[in-house]
């Protein structure tokens, strides 16, 4: 089953996607994009989960976290100039319960709008 | 008169399998012809930051980076991309931004001089571009890449 309009989902943002002036829309694009639950996992937790997992090599750093709202999400698929019907699925795997995915495939276009609506989290 | 070797003792000491001499190729890195120019090139046209970021993404993101699912920089991608900054002619303040993608691709972007962002991301086939003042989203073949600098900077 989906997840719910109302819950907050994470992105991790590293090395390779944030160069310190701008984000990389590819953090969105394409299909089967990662994200993770707020609801399971706390923000504050997820800077060490992301950073035991995702900082490989180590020269790639965990530089910000972004946050976006399901339901603000869902919005801007559907009210962009090709409208995409986006969902969040579950899909826990054994380093991060709370890891869902966006099946749909995420244009450049749409990419960039998701991009811009993300509230980015540093540390 | 003859002299007769020494016949090399055995060590007391061994070298594990993977530190042996047999094991570790010498042979010395030279720099490919024209990789000098080509990193000369980056420097000149996208400036340290991106010059920097290319050296990361080539020497340190192996298969698998990231997640696991993380590919390494796709060595036609890499040409595509050097061949688009050799026709690329960027204002003076650009200052573009250069990423890696999942797929093992580079990603361009910058913020154009009449407005709004533009992106190309260099993939083994082509470039992938979008300028966000026209509202406009393609892929074009390697073979047009030249146009398409000059299309995505005009």
């Known amino acids: ?34 994200v993770s639950r707020l609801v399971l996992i706390s923000l504050e937790d997820h800077w060490d989960l992301f950073r035991r997992h995702l900082e490989k ?3 790639r750093k965990l530089e910000r976290i972004g946050q976006i709202n399901v339901g603000r999400l869902q919005e801007i698929g559907r009210t962009y100039k090709d409208p995409v019907s986006i969902t969040v699925e579950p899909d826990p795997v054994q380093w991060n319960p709370a890891h ?3 099946p749909q495939n995420i244009t450049r276009g749409l990419a960039n709008k998701i991009c811009d609506a993300l509230t980015i989290h540093a540390q | ?7 090399a003792r055995q060590g007391v000491y061994r070298f594990s399998d993977d530190l042996s001499e047999d094991t570790i190729p010498f042979t010395v890195s030279a720099p490919n012809p024209g990789e000098i120019d080509r990193e000369n090139l980056v420097l000149r046209k996208l400036g340290v930051r991106c010059w920097g970021r290319l050296y990361h993404f080539r020497n340190y993101y192996q298969h698998g980076w990231g997640d696991g699912h993380g590919r390494t920089l796709s060595p036609r991608a890499l040409e595509i991309f050097y061949r688009f900054i050799e026709e690329a002619a960027f204002p003076q303040g650009i200052n573009p931004s250069l990423f890696l993608t999942d797929e093992g691709h580079l990603e361009l972007c910058w913020d154009s001089q009449f407005g709004g962002a533009v992106q ?6 082509g470039a992938e571009y979008f300028i966000e003042r026209l509202g406009s989203e393609d892929t074009v073949p390697f073979t047009e890449i030249s146009v398409l600098a000059k299309r995505v900077l005009a």
Do not use: H, Q
């Open chain 1, 57 to 59: 090599p180590p020269e």
């Open chain 2, 1 to 7: 008169m003859t002299t007769t070797i020494p016949v």
């Open chain 1, 100 to 102: 869902a995915i966006i």
């Open chain 2, 120 to 125: 190309v991301e260099f993939t083994p086939s």
């Open chain 1, 1 to 34: 089953m989906s997840i719910g309009a109302e819950e907050e989902i994470a992105r991790a943002i590293c090395t390779d996607k944030w160069d310190g002036i701008r984000l990389s829309p590819s953090l969105f694009k394409g299909a089967n994009t990662s």
